[in-house]
């Protein structure tokens, strides 16, 4: 997080400054919001990273709700990428999951940034700041009679320095 600090100056303007990067637990990153109970939290493994530099993120997953739920997961748990405000989906195709109990919580769900999502336009991981965030897609079991619902997580800032 990069967080806006200053200081007044003897003559009583303010003067503006950007602090350091601060690091924050994984506790302390919040979750997106909660679709029928179901959220999901986005962070990176680091703030910044440089160009041609793998950019990994990693997600959780918790079932706040009182049915399980079955997430369209793939071979990295997570079926769909928003980056920069576009949409991206996996193109390894969308696998059923196993469920997520009522209160269960899947962690450290690895989020890499590579070919394989795809959208309108290609993945561009250019240097300046990118905001990302992800999706959880999936159903309610079939026990609870619920359609599908789709979980977003919190969106977050990373850099990419040449």
């Known amino acids: 997080m990069i967080a806006k600090v200053g200081r007044i100056t003897p003559e009583g303007a303010l003067v503006e400054a950007e602090s350091q990067p601060i690091w924050v637990t994984i506790s302390e990153w919040p979750w997106g919001e909660a679709m029928e109970g ?90 300046g700041k990118h905001i990302i965030r992800v999706g959880l897609v999936g159903s309610r079991s079939q026990d609870s009679g619920a359609g599908a619902i789709m979980a977003v997580s919190n969106p977050v800032e990373i850099e990419i320095v040449p």
Request: net charge negative; no cysteine.
């Open 38 to 127: 179901v959220q999901v939290r986005l962070r990176p493994d680091k703030a910044m990273f440089e160009a041609g530099e793998p950019v990994s993120l990693k997600a959780d997953i918790y079932n706040g709700g009182k049915s399980e739920v079955f997430g369209q997961q793939t071979k990295h748990g997570i079926s769909q990428l928003q980056f920069d405000n576009q949409w991206y989906e996996w193109g390894g195709g969308p696998v059923l999951g196993p469920p997520i109990a009522p209160g269960g919580r899947v962690n450290d769900i690895p989020v890499p940034l590579d070919n394989i999502w795809m959208g309108e336009n290609k993945l561009n991981l250019s240097p």
